[in-house]
């Protein structure tokens, strides 16, 4: 089994910057992209952004120029870094991660439970 935890969502105001993680820990055989979605209420889930094994890096249109994902390789960590907060930022965001072996490479296999970003105007 893997797990994915999320961690360093909050409140904070519209400009400000916050920073997310998400551990993964289990029965990890290796991971090709990981990613963070996030879901407003009354909203959708939607893509943030994903980073790849390979360093390649996808972002949603609302959050390029704003939002960096990054990776830790070795301990199978992926980080959001979130900066000059709008208030329609405000959702809660999950972590997810494709397996290595999946046959649907494009498909998060996993996914955390999500933290909660509030950002008041």
């Known amino acids: 089994q893997v797990q994915l935890v999320e961690s360093g969502g909050g409140l904070v105001q519209a400009g400000g910057s916050l920073r997310l993680s998400c551990a993964a820990s289990?029965?990890?055989?290796?991971?090709?992209?990981m990613g963070w979605y996030r879901q407003g209420t009354g909203k959708q889930r939607e893509l943030v952004a994903t980073i790849s094994r390979g360093t390649s890096t996808d972002y949603a249109d609302s959050v390029k120029g704003r939002f960096t994902i990054s990776r830790d390789y070795a301990k199978n960590i992926v980080y959001l870094q979130m900066n000059s907060l709008k208030p329609e930022d405000t959702a809660a965001y999950y972590c997810?991660?494709?397996?290595?072996?999946?046959?649907?490479?494009?498909?998060?296999?996993?996914w955390g439970k999500g933290t909660l970003v509030t950002v008041s105007s």
């Open positions: 289990g029965s990890i055989f290796g991971f090709n992209a």
């Open positions: 997810a991660a494709n397996d290595i072996r999946s046959r649907q490479p494009r498909n998060m296999d996993y």
